[in-house]
C-alpha cells in the first residue's frame, strides 16, 4: 500500500520530521493538533474556539487525501481543564453529532503553551 505524507506547515513538522497526517491505503491517521495559526499564536480563547478550529484544520486535511468527516472512525481529546468539556463536547458535536464516531476525551497537565486547552487527534478510512 502507498504511503502519503501530509503537513500543514508547521515549521515544528520539519525540524522535528514528523507529518501531521498519514495516509497508507485507505486508512488515515491525523496526529495530536493543536489550534496553533501558520504565524507561531494560538488561536481561541476558550477551549470551545480551539475546539472548533483544530477541527476545522482537520476536516480540511482529510479533503486533502479525498476524505470527508464521515469518514471518521474516531477521536482522541485531550484538554488541560476537564471542567471545560461541556464546550469542546459543543464544538465537537456541531462536526460528529450525526455521524458518531469513536470518542476518547482526557484531561493531560499541559501542552505546549499555557494558552492552549486542547490537542486532538483523528483516524479515519476511506470506504468508497
Known amino acids: 500500500m ?3 505524507n501530509y503537513s ?3 515549521p515544528l513538522e520539519e525540524k522535528v520530521g514528523y507529518s501531521r497526517m498519514v495516509k497508507i491505503g485507505p486508512y488515515i491517521k491525523i496526529g495530536g493538533t493543536t489550534s496553533v495559526q501558520p504565524d507561531g499564536n494560538v488561536y481561541g480563547e476558550d477551549a470551545y474556539e480551539q475546539t472548533k478550529y483544530v477541527l476545522d484544520k482537520q476536516i480540511k ?3 486533502e487525501a479525498g476524505a470527508k468527516k464521515e469518514d471518521v472512525f474516531s477521536v482522541f481529546i485531550y484538554t488541560t481543564d476537564i471542567t471545560q468539556g461541556a464546550k469542546i ?3 465537537y458535536s456541531e462536526f460528529f453529532h450525526d455521524i458518531k464516531p469513536l470518542n476518547t476525551m482526557v484531561e493531560i497537565s499541559r501542552l505546549n503553551r499555557p494558552t492552549q486547552f486542547v490537542e486532538i487527534e ?3 478510512m ?3
Open 8 to 10: 500543514s506547515g508547521a
Open 89 to 91: 463536547c459543543q464544538a
Open 122 to 124: 483523528m483516524e479515519a
Open 126 to 128: 476511506l470506504t468508497k
Open 61 to 63: 486535511l482529510l479533503e
Open 2 to 4: 502507498e504511503r502519503i
